[in-house]
T-cell receptor, first 113, second 115 residues
Framework: DAKTTQPTSMDCAEGRAANLPCNHS???????VYWYRQIHSQGPQYIIH???NNETNEMASLIITEDRKSSTLILPHATLRDTAVYYC??????????????FGQGTTLQVKP | GAGVSQSPSNKVTEKGKDVELRCDPI?????LYWYRQSLGQGLEFLIY????????KSGLPSDRFSAERTGGSVSTLTIQRTQQEDSAVYLC?????????????FGPGTRLTVT
């Protein structure tokens, strides 16, 4: 899977949008972008994924650039409970892919009142 | 619907004892993963099941660790002759692991403490 890079940490004011960037410049054509988060002392939580179109679900929106070399996870109205480490991954869709997750350092998002 | 469940939630054992950790995946999910996370550390992959077979067990740290999955559902991770370095949170996740549907759903974990 392609390597991803993320900022180490970010702050966001409660109620504002949190925009978390991820670079995946070596992503290949069949690889999806996946986002997870891990709140302190809990297991990882799936957030959203996409291939090339922008995606939105009840948790977040995912914006993928046209060249697919980077993406942004958007939490539209951040709350204190969104304080967590956010991980960006890429994952191939081929049948030989085991799907095992390898997390980098992620971005520690601190939502402040 | 029901998510991934794991039992026990906490396990304290003496060094040298064997332990069994259980995972009940989301119904219908064909893929099941075991990971562990030591205090302040990242996620460490242990083993992957597709159905009842384990095509990737490359993350098992030693032959004291083994896992099985039966009926394409429940999985058990067994650690024999536990050591203090085995202390960690053991996480199970399940997924369809097919095409665009590779998102994994995690259980709450089993916190293992070896004294």
């Amino acid at each position: 899977d392609a390597k991803t890079t993320q900022p180490t940490s970010m702050d966001c004011a409660e109620g504002r949008a949190a925009n978390l960037p991820c670079n995946h410049s070596t992503i290949s054509g069949n690889e999806y972008v996946y986002w997870y988060r891990q709140i302190h002392s809990q297991g990882p939580q799936y957030i959203i994924h996409g291939l090339k179109n922008n995606e939105t679900n009840e948790m977040a929106s995912l914006i993928i650039t046209e060249d697919r070399k980077s993406s942004t996870l958007i939490l539209p109205h951040a709350t204190l409970r969104d304080t967590a480490v956010y991980y960006c991954n890429t994952m191939g869709s081929g049948s030989g892919n085991t799907g095992k997750l390898i997390f980098g350092q992620g971005t520690t998002l601190q939502v402040k009142p | 619907g029901a998510g991934v469940s794991q039992s026990p939630s906490n396990k304290v054992t003496e060094k040298g004892k064997d332990v069994e950790l259980r995972c009940d995946p989301i119904s219908g999910h064909t893929a099941l993963y075991w990971y562990r996370q030591s205090l302040g550390q990242g996620l460490e992959f242990l083993i992957y099941f597709q159905g009842n077979s384990a095509p990737d067990k490359s993350g098992l740290p030693s032959d004291r660790f083994s896992a099985e999955r039966t009926g394409g559902s429940v999985s058990t991770l067994t650690i024999q002759r536990t050591q203090q370095e085995d202390s960690a949170v053991y996480l199970c996740a399940s997924s369809w692991n097919s095409g665009s549907g590779r998102e994994q759903y995690f259980g709450p974990g089993t916190r293992l403490t070896v004294t």
